[in-house]
């Protein structure tokens, strides 16, 4: 687990367990032969997400980040989630401070959230 300045909250939001998948919007990313699997659940109604949810097979750091989006995409309208979250997750990257060899693997977490958003819209 990273020792810098934002460990603290990434080991609160590591040791929080996943949030159910219930909603009917699904998408999945990675490989488990990579060491990082997420899948995430959500539903939107009347245009905001509810029941965001994800199960990752993951670091720590990658578990961390992604209940942090889930905790932060929880009640937000659709379209300015998917407006705003490049902003957002930039700052939730720096705010947890999570290692740069984390790159590659935190991309796939923000590809997939990317689908996750771009069907909710369709919903």
């Not at 997400?49 to 995409?73: D, Q, W, Y």
Request: glycine share 10%; with cysteine; charged share 30%.
């Amino acid at each position: 687990m990273p020792e810098g300045e934002g460990a603290p909250r990434l080991r609160d939001y590591f040791e929080r367990p996943a949030l159910p998948m219930r909603g009917a919007v699904r998408v999945a990313g990675g490989r488990d032969a990579d060491r990082v699997r997420v899948e995430w659940a959500a539903d939107a109604k009347g245009g905001i997400l509810c029941n965001v949810g994800f199960r990752a097979r993951a670091c720590p750091s990658i578990i961390a980040l992604s209940a942090l989006a889930a905790e932060h995409l929880e009640g937000a309208a659709v379209e300015a989630a998917a407006e705003q979250f490049d902003g957002w997750w930039d700052g939730a990257v720096a705010a947890l401070d999570i290692p740069v060899e984390k790159a590659g693997k935190i991309l796939i977490i923000k590809d997939t959230l990317h689908d996750l958003l771009a069907q909710a819209r369709r919903v």
